[in-house]
């Protein structure tokens, strides 16, 4: 027998063998005593691309607001750094105009090309990054799943048609802030109606008159310049309903981002380890549950001023108990899973079991939670702002409500238009959130 007949002979189970890849992509036989199971092992636990690549995005956004933040409220002018003593007089933000391609800005540091990122834009940019990672990159690998998950949610008319319509205002806020400036009071040119809508000559102030062609008139009529009129301090309500779209999406998804990772991390690792832990995550939640997260903001509106990246933060980082009180019930069950505890049996550990086991299985309740907080928040955003609450330096759906309450009779596209506006983007997310729901919670499949 030859060498060539001998390799070609089948070998006992003794002499089992392993397929090998070799430099030239072809694959050769080695006896299952010789291969290195520890170079195999190694391979297959390295991270692929997609995660160095999401670990390198994280780390340049952490050192981005990082950064940010400890420029504008330690090393500047704050009431965090009044409190520092002369530890402050060490601290000079000047310092940053040394470093290349940088510059400090009004106490911001400004980057090349983009300029100053506002703090609640590196949250937005960093929620934005989570849903392509966490959300769009799944579905594209998985094309099945996807089919399969849309061919469930298709069934609802009123949540496709909800979901198109949030795509809309997203894609028209994102843009269309970014494009145009925020909107400046004109004076004289308040009280233009809508195109189409006609109103008393005497409600347009006098510039407005004039660019109508109603100053010898009664009535003036709405023109496509201003599509949805101008308020009464001039502002084209048409630009300020589109810097609105944005904040609002941003409040909401950002906020409930915050909240629903606090709180799915608490509910199960809590659950999961049990014991002390468990008692003391949750005699925390039942502590926090007890002061409103209304009033801390209030708290530090009159301390250091209101803004965007302020609510946001006290949102996101404070209303999460009642999520992770959900979270954690749904845990208790899935806990006593036969397929949790064979993988305690196989060794797996416990960060392991919980992201691949539980917290796919609570997915139901988290779009429950997610689908409730994100109206919840935009609502307590708009209506902040209606108090005179928010943030001045953006313009957004409340305050446009605000601007018009004193004359609902005579201008009552002011306050009505971005009013159907916030109705019809908080009814769009409570459809798309109980589409959701039913289309990726398993237990829904034979429901129908």
Known sequence: MTDDQSNRSVSTPADSDSRTTTPDGG?????????????????????????????????????GFGGNLFVRYIMGESFVSNQLGPLQDILDPTVVNAIPLLSLSEGWVSFPVIGVVQLHNWLWLMTLAGFIYYGAVPLYEN???????????RRNKAAVISGL??????IIGFVGSRVTAQPKS???MDGIPPVGVSTESYNVGPAGQEALGCASSNICTGTWEFPFGTTTGGEDILIGVIHGMEISMMVGLTATALSVVIAAAVALVGVYYGGLVDEIAFRWVDIQLTFPAFFLYLLLVYTIGGSLFILIFIFGFIEWGGGARLMRSEALQRREE?????????GASGLWTIRRHLLPNISNTIITYASLSIPAIILAEAALSFLGLGDPTVTSWGQLITDGRSSLRSLWWVSTIPGVFLFLTVL?????????????????????
Not at 41 to 56: M, N
Not at 432 to 448: F, K, M, N, Q, T
């Open 165 to 170: 319509f949030l795509a809309v205002i997203f």
């Open 186 to 188: 004109r004076p004289g």
């Open 338 to 346: 036969p397929y949790i505890t064979a993988s305690k049996a196989a």
């Open 143 to 153: 094309p099945r799943m996807t089919r399969y998950y849309w061919r469930r949610f």
């Open 428 to 448: 769009s997310f409570n459809f798309l959130g109980d589409a959701l729901r039913d289309a990726i919670d398993p237990r829904h499949e034979g429901a129908e």
């Open 27 to 63: 694959v050769q036989k080695a006896r299952f005593e010789d291969v290195n199971w520890d170079q195999i092992d190694s391979e297959s636990r390295g991270r692929p691309l997609k995660s160095k690549i999401w670990i390198a995005v994280v780390s340049v956004w952490a050192l």
